[in-house]
């Protein structure tokens, strides 16, 4: 080989490690393979290579045009033919073909480098052609040529390289080395011009033994034409990395598929070898394997560890031998028919059924089960086909799920977890996104709770023991209807580098009335147990008591929804954990919201209130476990969808038992203000005891005594008499019982009563009072009085008062009362001090305010008389009456047989008397007259005092008392 081809392979060499990837080659059909292999060479590097190399120089000729002379000048030549895409370049002698069609190229001595470019096509049957003494051939630059023959092996020595390319040929013939490296050769004998000859063929010539190096390539030798062979290698070849299929033209011939190698032999080295008709003799007895298969018409021979490269079918009738130790890594390649002998190590193998037993899924509604073969070299199994057998609508046997239930074109029903996972298995294969997709506006509703896993969350929080089925979330852009018709789905366990929820994403679509509980969510971007993005779409009744997770970075979490545009969230809660890795934030309800996007009475777990979003509330647990919420949700639905069984159930569901918010009210009725509300499964407010004020409740207006009668106040009555008056409230009861009745006991004892019938009404603000009196005598003004409403069945309560209690009251009450009525209260209380001390015979109190009182002060008041009085009639003096009442009395005598009784005159103990009776307070110095026949006596009550005060027999108390009667009348006088 001259030094020039050497340099040009080494430069091809170099171009190629630079360009292609390691490995072992990936086969495709050479008609697909377009793209993915790639080699190129600079023409400042190729130039180079041409200053260095030597002589001989490349005569060439393309397309019937000579290209350069014999001395290798272009001058005066063409060198590129736009048209027909290919171009020429002398510094480097490296023809271009770029997507060319051409008739052939031919070219006398040097080195021919052809760099293809896209597809190109030779169309002479000697497509390329050596024509003269010793040169070299080298295909490269990644592109795919079509032709009929490649020949480099007449006039002389000619080696050929194929390197990166896919070449489709009629016949491939070197005279010396051929190399052929990750690049694609199909080549088949159909020309009739080839009328003899392998269809790839190494011949020895002179010095240059006929060798083939092939490595990661995939080589086909068909020899289709009458007596042509498939692959012939004089010398020797070495396969490294290939595919090889290697067939003579007849089924016997003295052609063979592979052939030649006499010397050497043939090696190969993870390779598969197909040869389906006739080795050469002395092929067979040389030929090297490692780790390869090689296929003959009779057997197939395992060599080493294999990998196939292609997928291969072993016929029945023909033998399967395994040499000691060899296997196949990938036996999903491998198709062994029926009828195969297999051996290994010289020993038939029998199939058994003592291996592993698989199921793999056929379709809805069986599957296959495969019962391994023990330790089988081709991996066999024996296969039956079974109906599945669900449970929870899974295959207790292989990975198959129960159908859903189809009740019309556009509508699924739901009821356990494999039919929830055929549904999601239904729309994740599908683009939702295509309106073409056929699964357009599905409504699905579940027909009961649905339960995957048990246990995912402990606290809350994801539970560190067991595994679970893991739940890939919806992922289309799912626009229908999803009605969880109040049922819940438990234990989903989602771990996506996606938006993870029930739903990745939903779009136009409405989810409703559904619960998912004790489920785990992890996703990427967005989560939410509901969906991860919910594109102008209704969220409404929904809840969860799941945990969901963001991922490290710009993730938007959220309890029901991650992010949701355009749309309404309405009616939901989360008692879940919201946790969030990365920056973008997380929520109770939704994370993130936007285009008028809303949220309206949702309610999430918290004792701070981290949702910003309108319409969502922070609630601690208690409010959750106490019924509040469901009732708010509940009227929120305004309906029935929400409940909970309070005290067995620690937060709302759906469909659950009604909870009714009550009051619980601070008095007897709802008219007294409410201490606080609650909630429970019965309806009923309660309430707190009366608030009796004065005897009678505030609220309900009931009587304090238990029979219907109240006293609400006091008063005095200084008219003829000092009376007590009681004022009371009745029940209608009382008033129409006609044997109610006050009863009053003095301090005397004496008992008297006053028929409810007779008492004096009396109303005031809008109310009936009933007004009781009682006289008092001023000795008895700070005596006791007792008072008792008593009915034909009850006896009420007992009240006590005494005049001096009023006058008390009126005194302590300097805000209440003026001035000239407390003066009387005052003057009130003397009076009773004085009488009550002279009736009973004891010295009165010292009070300062009686020693200002004199007799000179009463002057004015004396008694006058005129007039004579009847014959036998005397006058004997006059008495002043303290009682309830106050009285003027004048006392006369008659003689025997005088008849006085025409002057109104009443005897008592042998006297005959006259009087003023009933003077009211105030009036006690205003003088009357009294006649006795022609006798006239004008005097008043003063009148009665003054004479006390000026006689020197009265007694100090008698003085005192008339003092005090001055002073009382005084202060009455200035009312």
């Not at 003077?919 to 005092?945: D, E, H, Q």
């Amino acid at each position: 080989m001259n030094n020039k081809n050497n340099k040009s392979k080494k430069v091809l060499a170099m171009l190629a490690a630079a360009t292609l990837c390691s490995g072992m080659l990936l086969y495709v059909p050479a008609d697909t393979l377009r793209v993915g292999w790639s080699l190129s060479a600079s023409a400042d590097e190729i130039a180079e290579d041409a200053e260095t190399a030597s002589s001989p120089v490349l005569q060439l000729y393309v397309d019937g045009k000579q290209v350069t002379g014999e001395d290798g000048s272009t001058d005066g030549y063409t060198v590129s033919d736009a048209n027909a895409g290919w171009s020429y370049d002398s510094a480097t002698n490296v023809l271009t073909l770029e997507n060319a069609t051409i008739s052939q190229v031919k070219f006398k001595t040097g080195d021919l480098v052809v760099q293809l470019i896209g597809e190109n096509t030779i169309t002479n049957s000697s497509s390329i052609k050596k024509d003269g003494a010793n040169a070299s051939l080298t295909l490269m630059g990644g592109g795919i040529l079509n032709c009929q023959e490649i020949e480099c092996y007449y006039s002389g020595h000619g080696e050929i390289t194929i390197q990166n390319v896919t070449v489709n040929a009629s016949r491939i013939a070197s005279g010396g080395l051929m190399t052929i490296e990750d690049s694609i050769v199909h080549v088949t004998t159909t020309t009739e011009i080839i009328k003899s000859g392998n269809a790839i063929y190494a011949e020895s010539t002179g010095d240059f033994k006929g060798i083939i190096n092939a490595k990661n390539s995939e080589i086909i030798a068909i020899g289709a034409y009458k007596s042509h062979g498939g692959l012939f290698a004089r010398e020797k070849a070495t396969m490294e990395n290939c595919y090889i299929h290697a067939e003579s033209s007849k089924e016997v011939s003295t052609y063979n598929d592979l052939s030649g190698a006499y010397n050497e032999g043939f090696t190969f080295i993870n390779c598969q070898v197909e040869i389906p008709k006739k080795f050469n003799t002395y092929t067979e007895k040389s030929m090297q394997s490692t780790d390869s298969i090689i296929s003959t018409r009779e057997c197939a021979t395992v060599y080493g560890t294999v990998t196939l490269h292609k997928p291969m079918t072993v016929t029945s009738g023909k033998k399967l031998l395994f040499q000691e130790g060899a296997s196949i890594t990938n036996l999903d390649q491998l198709t062994v028919e029926d009828g195969v002998s297999i051996q290994e190590n010289g020993v038939v193998h029998t199939h058994n059924t003592d291996g592993e037993v698989t199921y793999t899924k056929k379709d809805d509604a069986s599957h296959v089960k495969a019962t391994s073969c023990a330790d089988c070299p081709i991996g066999y199994a024996a296969k039956a086909e079974e109906t599945h057998t669900f449970v929870n609508g899974f295959c207790t046997d292989c990975d198959a799920y129960e159908p859903a239930v189809q009740t019309g074109e556009k509508s699924y029903e739901i009821g356990n977890g494999g039919q929830l996972y055929w549904f999601a298995d239904k729309i994740n294969a599908v683009d939702m996104s295509e309106s073409t997709s056929g699964l357009e506006n599905l409504h699905v509703t579940l027909t009961a709770d649905i339960v995957v896993n048990e246990n995912v969350l402990t606290d809350g929080h994801l539970s560190t023991e067991g595994s679970f089925r893991e739940w890939t979330p919806m992922q289309g852009f799912y626009d229908g209807v999803f009605d969880g018709n109040g049922h819940t789905i438990r234990g989903l366990f989602a771990y996506t580098q996606k938006g993870s929820g029930l739903f990745s994403t939903v779009s136009g679509s409405t989810i409703r009335n559904v619960g998912i509980v004790d489920s785990y969510f992890y996703g990427a971007n967005v989560v939410g147990s509901i969906c991860g993005v919910s594109l102008e779409s209704t969220l409404e009744n929904c809840y969860s008591q799941s945990m969901t997770v963001g991922a490290i970075e710009s993730s938007m979490t959220g309890g029901i929804c991650g992010f949701a545009s355009q749309g309404t969230i309405r009616n939901c809660y989360n008692t879940g954990m919201v946790v969030d890795g990365g920056s973008a934030g997380l929520s109770g309800i939704v994370e993130r919201s936007s285009n008028s996007s809303i949220a309206e009475n949702c309610y999430y777990l918290s004792d701070d209130e981290t949702d910003d979003v309108d319409g969502t509330t922070a609630m601690e647990l208690e409010r959750f476990e106490s019924g509040e919420v469901a009732y708010l949700l509940s009227e929120g639905e305004n309906g029935t969808v929400w409940g909970q069984h309070i005290g067995e159930e620690s937060a709302p569901v759906l469909n659950g038992e009604k909870v009714y918010q009550n009051n619980n009210y601070r008095g007897c009725n709802d008219t007294s203000p409410v201490a606080n509300v609650f909630y429970r499964n019965t309806e009923g407010n309660t309430f707190g005891s009366h608030a009796y004020k004065n005897g009678k409740c505030k609220y309900c207006g009931i009587f304090e005594d238990g029979i219907g009668a109240n006293l609400v106040g006091y008063s005095l009555s200084l008219g003829g008499n000092i009376g007590v008056n009681f004022y009371m409230e009745l029940s209608d009861a009382v008033v129409a019982d006609n044997g109610a009745y006050m009863q009053f006991t003095l301090p005397n004892g004496t008992v008297s009563h006053v028929p409810v019938s007779e008492a004096k009404v009396t109303e005031k603000d809008g109310k009936t009072y009933y007004v009781f009196s009682c006289d008092v005598a001023a000795k008895e003004m700070y005596d006791t009085i007792q008072a008792q409403i008593i009915t034909s069945d009850k006896t009420g309560a007992v009240y006590r008062y005494s005049v001096n209690d009023y006058a008390k009251y009126v005194i302590n009450e300097k805000n209440g009362y003026a001035e000239n009525v407390r003066n009387v209260a005052s003057a009130m209380q003397n009076y009773g001090t004085c009488a009550s001390a002279y009736f009973v015979g004891m010295s009165a109190p010292a009070i300062i305010e009686l020693d200002a009182v004199k007799a000179e002060l009463l002057e004015d008041s004396m008694a006058l008389t005129g007039g004579s009085l009847p014959e036998g009639v005397t006058y004997c003096g006059a008495s002043l009456l303290l009682e309830s009442e106050t009285t003027l009395r004048h006392y006369f005598k008659a003689e025997d047989g005088v008849d006085v009784s025409s002057y109104g005159l009443k005897e008592k103990d042998g006297y005959y008397y006259c009087e003023i009776a009933d003077i009211a307070a105030g009036k006690l110095a205003v003088a009357k007259n009294v006649r006795v026949g022609k006798f006239t006596i004008l005097s008043s009550p003063m009148s009665y005092a003054y004479t006390v005060l000026s006689s020197d027999t009265a007694g100090e108390n008698l003085k005192d008392l008339m003092k005090a009667l001055y002073l009382y009348n005084q202060a009455v006088e200035k009312l």
